[in-house]
């Protein structure tokens, strides 16, 4: 009967520390089991038995008492039990009239656990769960709530940034709209020319006063244009509008130097022609002119025609430019006939037009200057010596029928309307409006008393002869030196006429 009872208690006590933490059985000279977190423990018969994760008894359990450590409200709802105080429990031990099977084993003296403490634990139980399930779901709220903030923190601080970015790009992204249009527009109109007529021309001195003009004929009639230039007279300016084009190309380079280039066709214009520009290095401009093509004569026979060999002093201040210019007709005729080479030789008389050096120190542009600026006109000397001027695109249109027609030997460009020097500072002082004087200086050295082109050969070979009147070419040049005036006063610099070297004394070889 006792193995029996003790059979019964020690189910019990299985089946509750089985199921539930913190349940204690003590019951005397009964060994108990508990279960803890390790899994199932026995206690020796008498033990005080208590879940790790409880406070300390108060006191111990009386002797065949049925203890739990009960977590939650006890029934009835009369406030909180402390931890591990004994809860008394109604019911009835087997032995003493207990129900077997109903309040489980209660042995005398052990206080049973009833229904409704059993009520009462399912509900904690639940309780828990649920306590736990809305932790559990309160935590993920909130990890989530986290990141969709750092989400929303990162992308207001990615907008931020963008727009910030977007600031900045936003006028630099004008500026290339801009640049790009200028790139798009700047060109002048370009005539298409098929491979077989296209041609590859080379244009040595191509960025000054005439050959930029002759640039800009032969690339709007379609032809591939190579400007080679030191850049001692002439200007970037000058060609500026053309950088960039596929059918150009610009070489900083001196003729006197070798350049071994693959071409059609040569135009050799490199030469100051500006007196005070070439004597200011005579050797240089020898240099120029003997590898040149252009070649310019003082006349003994008036007017001038291409049989006329020239009166020249070959020791004079001009020499450099009149020798040189000989020079170099006699080497391209020596390469003509010893070596097959093609050649075309334009004799060129003055010529003047836009573009033409502010600092030239010819007498169109020196004229011009003075008038647009109330200073006095200097006339070297009385001012009787004469000139023919041709405006520069007469020339350059005779230039190309010159070389594309077959005429080898020498021709005369120029406009043979002559004036007195003293006739043109008239004009000019008429023309600009200008209140300036006339003011007479001593002679230039060695200056040429006549010049007049004789241009029946070029009417007849050519079919060439100028367009331009005098008045509409030197109204076209004083509207160009009136703008140039207004860029220089913008850039704080003002050019002054440079002065011809003057006649020391010896009178002019004629
Ligand atoms: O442009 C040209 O085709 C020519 O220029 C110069 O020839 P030149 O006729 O002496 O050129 P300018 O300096 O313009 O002189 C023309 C005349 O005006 C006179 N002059 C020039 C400048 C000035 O301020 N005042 C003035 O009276 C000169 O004494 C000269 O009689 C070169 O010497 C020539 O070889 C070249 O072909």
Redo the contacts with the bound molecule.
Sequence with gaps: MMRRHEEAFRMHCRKRSATQLGHACVHPGLSATTRSPTGLRSHPPGATIRHPAASPLPSPQPRGACAMTAVGRQSGGRGRRARGAPLRLRGRFPGSGAEPGRAGCVPPGMVSKGPLLRLLTAINRRRMKLLTGLAFVAYVASVWGNFVNMRSLQENGDQKVESKIEEAVAPLREKIRDLEKSFTQKYPPVKFLSEKDRKRILITGGAGFVGSHLTDKLMMDGHEVTVVDNFFTGRKRNVEHWIGHENFELINHDVVEPLYIEVDQIYHLASP???PNYMYNPIKTLKTNTIGTLN?LDPEVHPQNEDYWGHVNPIGP?AC??EGKRVAETMCYAYMKQEGVEVRVAR????FGPRMHMND????S??ILQALQGEAL????P?T?T?AFQYVSDLVNGLVALMNSNVSSPVNLGNPEEHT?LEFAQLIKKLVGSESEIQFLS??QD??QK?KPDIRKAKLLLGWEPVVPLEEGLNKAIHYFRKELEYQANNQYIPK?KP?RMKKGRTRHN
């Design positions: 022609a500006s007196p310019m001009r430019y009149d060129i008389f003055n010529t120190g010819r007498v169109v020196n004229f200097t006339v070297y000397g001012g010596q000139r020097i002679e230039a200056d040429p010049r006429p011809a």
